[in-house]
């Protein structure tokens, strides 16, 4: 039974401020999400006879996969196993991955990439043999990486996946927020309210109802100032999991990539990156003095787990008093960086800067979200029904730092395994949902840069008890003011794009921040100057995070018994209430 005044059972009774939907589709699963995770579940669930539906914020191919450059890992080459990629991979995750997903994602990752290939996509091969050309990145002990157009691997996926989707036929809604899920009164996943932005078959606010939704709207990065992540990713699949009573874990991991091209120290928004792989063909990072810094500091010098070098980049920085240090691949040659690295040659090329005869200003920003929704190894989110892949999602793959180009591979591996689970299950035809209504406040438009700067000072690559407790402290500042004027005077945003992303990213802000400050170690890519160490005897262990259903504004942040996962079990969060 739902509650008066909450909502479905298990929800937290908060949805955004919108107008009521003015149309609506009817599917059996409505993908939100158009990268590697999104379409590949799409294609897998339409191909099982499910009628499917596409819901995307931008076109088919405007999310994070196309900005891929480095490629996708797989033990494809001759002397690799799965087993040693495991083995990468748990130690990039610094003692919290989850080793049976990871497991699993290196065992059915090999045939996973056969079968993009079979979808069409098309990667580089030696001229000699044939065979898929594989490269290095950081924290592979093997050249494992299978990469398309040289550093274009994401463009070229991208392109692969939205042939197929097209030709299979698959109706798409483009340029689509989603807002909120459609739960039924026990609080059973019924689809989406989303809002069509621009002219078209739809527009304004509508529905798709479908009794299973699969979140896969990649990343959260413009939480910050700076980051690779494009203007799209403003956390919207984390804030509408959170609203419906789902729980998050391990927010607080952000990887800053340690090489995007530095601009300048106002530069906002999307940064062009300059990939790992860069560093993986014998690429080395030096300061001004041309000294090579991280040489000594890992074994694998420029090659280590990518918060590894971020941190060493940023001490360098700190010694010197720079805003950024340099990669240096002048040895590469005109003809190398042409063919090898085209995307990355014209991106800093167009910024004035030529890799071929001077070293590549750069310095980290943020990239990647190694926490999200969490999640079972079938895709499986705490709220029946929804299930969540790719970025948005905690597999427990990553833990508390995803290793390099691990991140393709992921998205592959867990929508397949979705729509596996949602085609061997028999569901009705989806609901309308219980309607619920808009208790939380919209923030304006431009609380989004005032969020980006708080991010950025308090919570960016160095953290500390004072600065995390400074950013905790704005951002409650930011909500209460909201939440005042709309009890107060019953006024709020209007609504609309800017106040739907800017209301998304403080929710996903203030939960990366509690986390953070919650946890009182430095663990992968989080790195508190004040506990400079990491505890395995207190904080081997996740932090789950929901919404309070009891009490407005309140996170519940719990830690795990271990660095094991609690089971899934929908609906059953009131457990965590303690």
């Known amino acids: 039974m739902s509650t008066p005044g909450r909502g479905p059972a298990g929800s937290t009774g908060i949805r955004l401020h919108a107008p009521a939907p003015g149309w609506s589709l009817d599917a059996d ?20 006879g499910r009628r499917t539906v596409v819901v995307t914020k931008a076109r088919l191919d405007d999310g994070s996969t196309r900005w891929a450059q ?11 196993t799965p087993e040693q990629h495991l083995d990468d991979t748990l130690v990039a995750g610094a003692g919290l991955c989850d080793e049976e997903a990871v497991r699993l994602l290196v065992t059915e990752g090999p045939d996973a990439v056969r079968r993009l290939i079979d979808t069409g996509a ?10 898929i050309e594989l490269t290095r990145e950081g924290g592979h002990h093997r050249r494992r990486i299978a990469h398309a157009g040289g550093d274009a691997t994401g463009a070229e996926i991208s392109r692969a996946l939205v042939e197929a989707v097209h030709a299979a036929g698959i109706e798409t809604v483009e340029n689509a927020l989603v807002l909120d899920l459609l739960q039924d009164a026990q609080g059973r996943t019924a689809g989406v309210t989303l809002h069509v932005m621009g002219e078209g078959q739809h527009d304004g606010v509508g529905a798709v109802h479908a009794p299973a939704v699969i979140l896969a709207t ?21 804030a509408l999991a959170l609203r419906a009573g789902a729980e998050v874990s391990d927010l607080e991991f952000v ?26 063909e014998g690429a080395y990072l030096v300061d001004a003095d041309g000294v090579r810094f991280m040489v000594g500091q890992h074994e694998l010098a420029e090659l280590a787990p990518r918060d590894i070098v971020a941190k060493g980049i940023m001490r360098r920085m700190q010694e010197q ?41 750069v310095a980290p920003a943020a990239h990647y979200a190694s926490g999200g929704v969490r999640t079972d190894l079938h895709g499986r989110t705490t709220v029946p029904g929804l299930y969540a892949c790719g970025e948005v999602a905690c597999t427990g793959v990553h833990g508390a730092n995803r290793l390099a180009s691990n991140s393709l591979l992921e998205g ?14 028999e569901y009705g035809g989806g609901g309308p949902g219980v309607p619920v209504p808009s208790t939380g406040p919209l923030q304006p438009a431009e609380a989004r840069h005032e969020i980006q700067r708080i991010m950025t000072e308090g919570a960016g690559v160095l953290r500390s008890a004072a600065s995390l407790a400074a950013a905790a402290e704005a951002l409650e500042g930011l909500y209460a003011t909201a939440l005042t004027a709309l009890e107060t005077h019953g006024k709020t945003a209007v609504p609309g794009v800017d106040t739907w992303e800017a209301t998304n990213l403080l929710c996903v802000a203030r939960v990366l921040v509690a986390a953070a400050q919650r946890r009182a170690e430095t663990r992968g890519c989080h790195w508190r100057e004040d506990h400079p160490d990491r505890d395995d005897a207190r904080w081997r262990r996740h932090l789950v995070v929901r919404l309070s259903a009891t009490e407005k504004r309140a996170l519940v942040v ?21």
């Open 255 to 280: 990887q800053f990539h340690p090489t995007v091209l530095f601009l300048g120290p106002d530069a906002e928004g999307q940064q062009p990156l300059v990939s790992e792989a860069v560093r993986g």
């Open 29 to 48: 699963v409505v993908v939100v999400g158009s990268g590697v995770a999104g379409l590949t579940a799409a294609l897998r669930c339409a191909a099982a």
């Open 218 to 238: 990649g990343g959260m990065g413009q939480v910050f100032s700076a980051t690779t992540n494009p203007s799209v990713s403003t956390g919207d699949g984390v």
């Open 412 to 425: 592959l591996v867990f929508a397949e395994r979705i729509a596996e689970d949602i085609t061997a299950q």
């Open 122 to 131: 098309v990667f580089d091969t030696s001229a000699e043999t044939g065979e």
């Open 558 to 578: 719990v830690p795990t018994d271990s660095a094991d996962f609690p089971s899934v079990h929908p609906l059953s969060t009131p457990s965590l209430e303690q």
């Open 321 to 361: 008093g720079a805003q950024h240090m340099y990669l240096d691949a002048r040895h590469f040659g005109a003809e190398m960086w042409e063919q090898r690295f085209p995307t990355i040659l014209a991106a800093c090329r167009s910024h004035g800067i030529d890799p071929v005869t001077e070293p590549i200003p």
């Open 70 to 80: 480095g490629g996708i890992a797989a033990a494809l080459g001759d002397g690799d």
